[in-house]
């Protein structure tokens, strides 16, 4: 079960969020850069890829750089993330990109294309059941502070693993910070999510081409 959540849209208005997840297995690596070839345009659940009319993984670019070519409708992103391991000791997530489109081409959350996309990090404790139930309510963290709407340019996210970061439902790192602690300590997949409309990860596509370029993701 999912509960929406409500927040301002970066072109104005009340809409409602709500999250949802990305499973993987377990290879404890730091990330400087991880190679186009660890990271899984998902999420995969139960068998079932929710980013629709996507290869499973980003292109591999020049320096390390890697890209994704964004859908037009019916296809979208939702979840990008690569097998980390546990966060226990790390600071923060920094994320540097750019997006590429010609002008008026809008990138909008799935289902909501008056609205504008929005990109927030994540990351995501080993063994979620994805009911979002009891205790797997906070085993999916966003970090909703340093979402950044999907806009043409050059972008960098820092996102402090000390900040109120947000779960599924109700909780926050700072009003659940055993819970906070704990996903720390066992978390899995790391990376991002695209959405907007009724949910951080619930995916974006384009009106026409676009690209989202990354080219440095660091967890320190």
């Keep these: 079960m999912t509960i929406l959540k409500p927040i301002r849209a970066a072109a ?25 070839s660890e ?14 009319g996507m290869p499973l993984q980003p292109t591999p670019g020049r320096n390390g750089a890697w890209h994704i070519d964004l859908p037009q409708a019916p296809g979208s992103v939702h979840y990008v993330t690569f097998r ?5 000791g790390k600071s923060r997530i920094v994320m540097r990109y750019r997006i590429e489109a010609a002008p008026g081409v809008r990138i909008s959350p799935r289902g909501y294309p008056q609205w504008e996309a929005l990109l927030t990090p994540y990351f995501q404790r080993r063994g979620d059941n994805w009911s979002a139930a009891g205790r797997f309510e906070t085993y999916r963290w966003y970090g909703t502070f340093a979402s ?12 402090p693993l000390t900040a109120n970061w947000t779960a599924l439902e109700r909780s926050t790192a ?5 819970a906070f602690r704990d996903a720390l300590a066992h978390a899995d997949e790391v990376g991002f999510v695209l959405g907007g409309g009724d949910g951080y990860g619930h995916g974006a596509f384009a009106s026409g081409r676009a690209r989202l370029v990354v080219t440095e993701f660091r967890v320190e």
């Design 148 to 159: 950044k709407p999907m806009q043409r340019g050059e972008h960098v996210i820092v996102a």
């Design 12 to 36: 104005g208005g009340l809409i409602l969020l709500a999250a949802c997840g990305v499973a993987a297995p377990a290879n404890a690596q730091a990330a400087a850069n991880v190679a186009a």
């Design 39 to 52: 990271w899984t345009i998902g999420p995969i659940i139960n068998g079932r890829n929710h980013s629709r």
């Design 174 to 178: 700072h009003g659940n910070s055993a």
């Design 84 to 88: 980390h391991g546990s966060l226990a």
